[in-house]
């Protein structure tokens, strides 16, 4: 992953980490102007977008987690899964690296990006305190709420590529299972991150209180 580009590195000890994941076919500069947006809204926070491990069989220098040819949903699953440790460590060398813990940690992706992010704190618990996921979905619906991790969903109602239903879907379940969890759906947008997005993100990571923050303190309150 030597094209994965630091976007902000704080002289003094980090606050929070940031890490981005293009989508398939795509690079870790696609990332760069979201990364450089919430440098603006985070001066203390470590941004870094990481370039995917494998050369991408769809477009020519770009890189990708899984291939997506011949994908399905039946196989998707597997894909996303042989990808996952390489994913996971990853994400924890940046940890390392930053000295910033998974509870100041966030984690975005785009699309491809997404799919790996959301699949990642199904797989291990405790991994970051934010998920962002933009036009992007799950391989399968989870089967749990992921703990002391929320999930920041942002889909393109013009989405052609991966279909604003599978953010609704997504949504829907993990509500039922507990999860702390925001949805936004917003009209016209496409398969993209515009002005618009980046603006929500930033509002999400800032303005969101976690709902495991708020349970603390309902169970601190005298009763």
């Known amino acids: 992953m030597s094209d994965t580009i630091i976007i902000q590195q704080p002289t003094q000890t980090a606050q929070q980490l940031l890490v981005l994941h293009h989508g398939v076919g795509a690079s870790a500069q696609n990332m760069v102007p979201l990364g450089r947006h919430l440098a603006a809204q985070f001066p203390n926070a470590f941004i870094v977008s990481v370039h995917a491990p494998y050369a991408s069989n769809i477009s020519q220098g770009g890189a990708q987690w899984f291939s ?27 940890q390392e690296t930053s ?87 917003i009209p016209f947008l496409g398969h993209e991150i515009n002005a618009e997005t980046m603006d929500l993100v930033a509002e999400r990571l800032a303005g969101h209180i976690p709902k495991h923050h708020w349970d603390e303190v309902l169970k601190a309150a005298p009763q």
């Open 68 to 94: 997506v040819q011949g994908i399905t949903d039946e196989n998707r699953p597997e894909r996303v899964a042989a990808a996952m440790p390489a994913f996971i460590h990853n994400l924890r060398y940046w």
């Open 99 to 185: 000295a910033v813990a998974a509870s100041a940690t966030a984690v975005l992706g785009f699309s491809q990006g997404a799919i790996m992010a959301l699949e990642a704190a199904q797989a291990q618990a405790g991994l970051a305190a934010r998920v962002v996921a933009l036009s992007g979905r799950y391989a399968q619906l989870p089967v749990h709420a992921p703990e002391k991790t929320t999930l920041h969903f942002i889909h393109g109602k013009s989405d052609p590529v991966i279909h604003y239903a599978h953010c609704v879907a997504a949504a829907e379940r993990l509500v039922a299972l507990g999860a702390d969890v925001t949805a936004d759906v």
